[in-house]
């Protein structure tokens, strides 16, 4: 059973920077999509980026396109996000999940694994 954990968050001001990552422990297999998910104070949770291990391929939500790039490094099972241009509200905790089965997992009932999370403060 592959276990995630996050780790990069904290504090920072407005435009500007954090990249988080997540590491798996045990095997990530191609078929897996890799995403996060955020979910800030009284909001449900919602779709950031995701990547296909096969490929590579990515997708965004429409909200951090252009400000966000989610990367993998196969060799060290583990899944980044550089976030730019960040903006109070992307404060949030920030967590991984792996999905499979699936062509293009953006609902959180379509990943199975979730690591615990990373916070994200953003000061204006």
């Known amino acids: 059973q592959v276990q995630l954990v996050e780790s990069g968050g904290g504090l920072v001001q407005a435009e500007g920077s954090l990249r988080l990552s997540c590491v798996a422990s045990?095997?990530?297999?191609?078929?897996?999509?890799m995403g996060w998910f955020r979910q800030a104070p009284g909001k449900e949770g919602e779709f950031v980026a995701a990547?296909?291990?096969?490929?590579?391929?990515?997708y965004y939500a429409d909200s951090v396109k252009g400000r966000f790039t989610i990367s993998r490094d196969n060799a060290k099972n583990t899944v980044y996000l550089q976030m730019n241009s960040l903006k109070p509200e992307d404060a949030a905790v920030y967590s991984c999940?792996?999905?499979?089965?699936?062509?293009?997992?953006?609902?959180?009932?379509?990943?199975?694994?979730w690591g615990q999370g990373t916070q994200v403060t953003v000061s204006s």
């Open positions: 999940a792996a999905s499979w089965g699936r062509a293009t997992p953006v609902r959180p009932h379509e990943y199975a694994i």
């Open positions: 045990g095997r990530i297999f191609s078929s897996y999509t």
């Open positions: 990547i296909r291990w096969n490929d590579g391929s990515t």
